[in-house]
C-alpha cells in the first residue's frame, strides 16, 4: 500500500495555525473578518489561510468549528481570503468585498517568539519542530551571513520553511 505525504503547506498544522481565523470567518459570516499581518506579508499570509481552506475541506481534521456550514460555504464559492490596498486581509462574502464595515482584527503573530544568538543544526531542526507545532510563531537568529545560509540550505533540504535573512539575521517564520 502506498501512502501519498501531504505537502507542507496542506498538513494538518499548517491548518491548525489559521484554524481560529477560519472558524471566526464561519462563525461571523455573513459578516467579514480582517486581519492585520505584524511579521508576514499579507499576501503569504493569504495564500497560506486559502491552503488551511483546502486542506480543511479536503481532509476534514478534527475541529470545534461550524464544519457543515464551512462546507456549505465552500461548496458555494461565498467565503472571499483578499488582501486589500490598506495591506489587510479580507475574509468574508463574496459579494460584500467593497462593503468593509464589521471589523474583527486578529494578529497572526500572537504567539511566542524565539530570539537567539547562536543556533547548530540540530537545535535549529527542534526550533523548527516547534514552529509546525505552533509552540512558537517566529525564530530569530543572529550569526554571521555565512553561517546563517548555510544553516537556511541544510533546513530546506528536510523542510518546506518560510524564512527571511537580513545581513547577520535570519527569521524563521
Known amino acids: ?15 491548525r495555525r489559521y484554524e481560529r481565523i477560519i472558524a471566526d470567518a464561519v462563525d461571523m459570516y455573513p459578516k467579514s473578518v480582517h ?6 506579508s499579507p ?3 493569504s495564500c497560506r489561510l486559502r491552503d488551511a481552506m483546502t486542506s480543511l475541506e479536503t481532509n476534514h481534521w478534527e475541529t470545534a468549528l461550524n464544519m457543515e456550514k464551512f462546507l456549505q460555504l465552500r461548496k458555494e464559492d461565498s467565503l472571499c481570503v483578499r488582501v486589500l490596498e490598506d495591506s489587510t486581509i479580507y475574509v468574508g462574502p463574496k459579494a460584500k468585498t467593497k462593503e468593509l464595515n464589521a471589523k474583527t ?11 537567539m544568538e547562536t543556533c547548530d543544526e540540530d537545535t ?7 514552529l509546525s507545532k505552533r509552540i512558537f510563531t517566529e525564530v530569530l537568529i ?4 555565512k553561517e546563517i545560509l548555510n ?23
Not at 105 to 115: A, E, L, R, Y
Not at 142 to 145: L, Q
Open 1 to 15: 500500500m502506498q501512502t501519498t505525504q501531504l505537502p507542507y503547506r496542506f498538513k494538518e498544522a499548517s491548518f
Open 35 to 40: 486581519i492585520t499581518c505584524n511579521d508576514m
Open 43 to 45: 499576501e503569504t499570509v
Open 105 to 115: 482584527t486578529f494578529s497572526v503573530s500572537d504567539k511566542t517568539k524565539w530570539t
Open 124 to 130: 535549529l531542526r527542534a526550533l523548527v519542530t516547534l
Open 142 to 145: 543572529t550569526k554571521p551571513e
Open 151 to 173: 544553516l537556511v540550505h541544510a533546513l530546506q533540504a528536510n523542510h518546506d520553511i518560510a524564512y527571511r535573512v537580513d545581513g547577520n539575521r535570519l527569521t524563521i517564520l
